[in-house]
C-alpha cells in the first residue's frame, strides 16, 4: 500500500456533524514539521466537570474511572471536583488498547512544549505523560479507534497502524467523522455523512451498512454496539453493528460514548457538556454519575 502523506483536518464539533451528515467538505492542510515532545505535566484538580469542548471518552469497568478527553485535556470526572490529568492538550482524537495504553491526538495548549500537531502520541501511566509515536507536527487525527491488532486513524485519509509508527492508507477509503473499535476483534465502525461503514478486519477495508440509522458516534465492545443520531436518538446492535434497534431512551447533546461489560453485562455510557450518564439496560433508561469524592 502506498504511504500516508501528511494531512490534517480543521476542527470539528457537535454542531459540525450535523453539517457533516448533511452535506460537508474536509478542509486540508500541510502542518509545521516536528520537534521533541515534552509532556511531563503534573496532575491538577480543577471544577466539578469541564466546561470545554468533550471529544472522547473511556470508562474502567473494574474501577468505575471515567475519562474525558477534552479541549482543555484529559479529566478524571469519577471523582468529585474532576481532576486533571496530564498536559494541557486539546485531545481531537483519543482512544484506549486493551492494556489500557492511551491513544491520542491533536494540539499543545498554551505554554505545552510539544510539535503543533501532536501526531499519535501514547501514555502508559494514564495520562499523566505522553510520548510521541508517529507523525508528529503532521498528523491531526481527530478520528481514533483502537483494535486488538492496531490504530486506525482519520486525519483527512483513512490509515492504519500496527506497531504505532508506520502508517498506511487504508484500501478503502471512509471520511470518518468518528471510528469505534473492539479491541478484543476485527470489528470497527465509521459514521460517515453518507451513512455507516463496518470493517471487519482492523478496518482495511470497509463495507456500508443496509438500513443502518444515520449515526453520529458509536460504540462496540465484543458483539455489543451502540450509537447514537446527531438529534439524540440511541440505537443498539447485538451483532457487531449489522442490525440496529432503536432504543426507548434519548439523551441530548451527547459529545462522545463508551460501551463496556461489567459483570458480564453491557453498560452505554454517554458524556454531554453538562454531564455524564449511564444506561444499564442498553438504553431503556438513563441515570447520571454519581462522582466519589477525591480523598488523595
Not at 46 to 57: E, L, R
Not at 206 to 218: E, N, Q, S
Not at 276 to 294: A, H, N, Q
Request: negative net charge; charged residues 20%.
Amino acid at each position: 500500500m502506498p504511504s500516508i502523506t501528511p494531512k490534517s483536518i480543521l476542527p470539528r464539533r457537535r454542531t459540525g456533524i450535523v453539517a457533516l451528515l448533511a452535506a460537508s467538505a474536509l478542509v486540508l492542510s500541510a502542518c509545521s514539521p516536528p520537534s521533541t515532545l515534552d509532556s511531563s505535566i503534573p496532575v491538577a484538580a480543577t471544577a466539578d466537570y469541564p466546561t470545554s469542548h468533550i471529544h472522547g471518552m473511556h470508562v474502567d469497568a473494574e474501577t468505575g474511572k471515567v475519562l474525558l478527553a477534552t479541549h482543555d485535556g484529559l479529566y478524571d470526572v469519577s471523582t468529585k471536583p474532576a481532576t486533571r490529568i496530564g498536559p494541557d492538550i486539546d485531545l481531537m482524537g483519543f482512544t484506549v488498547a486493551t492494556d489500557g495504553t492511551l491513544y491520542a491526538s491533536g494540539h499543545p495548549g498554551p505554554g505545552v512544549d510539544m510539535p503543533n500537531p501532536v501526531g499519535l502520541v501514547e501514555s502508559i501511566d494514564g495520562g499523566r505523560t505522553w510520548t510521541p509515536l508517529s507523525r508528529t507536527g503532521q498528523s491531526d487525527f481527530h478520528a481514533l479507534a483502537a483494535t486488538h491488532e492496531g490504530i486506525i486513524g482519520f486525519d483527512g485519509q483513512l490509515v492504519t497502524n500496527q506497531g504505532g509508527s508506520s502508517w498506511e492508507l487504508a484500501e478503502d477509503q471512509v471520511s470518518a467523522y468518528h471510528l469505534a473499535a473492539t479491541t478484543d476483534g476485527h470489528v470497527a465502525l465509521a459514521t460517515t455523512e453518507s451513512g455507516l461503514m463496518r470493517s471487519s478486519d482492523h478496518g482495511n477495508s470497509w463495507d456500508r451498512v443496509p438500513g443502518a440509522p444515520l449515526l453520529m458516534l458509536t460504540a462496540v465492545s465484543g458483539n455489543q454496539a451502540a450509537g447514537i443520531t446527531p438529534d439524540g436518538t440511541l440505537y443498539s446492535s447485538s451483532d457487531g453493528g449489522l442490525q440496529w434497534q432503536k432504543r426507548p431512551a434519548a439523551t441530548k447533546d451527547v459529545a462522545a460514548m463508551d460501551l463496556v461489560f461489567k459483570d458480564g453485562k453491557p453498560q452505554i455510557w454517554t458524556a454531554s457538556p453538562t454531564g455524564v450518564k449511564v444506561s444499564r439496560d442498553m438504553g431503556r433508561t438513563f441515570t447520571g454519575l454519581e462522582p466519589r469524592k477525591d480523598q488523595e
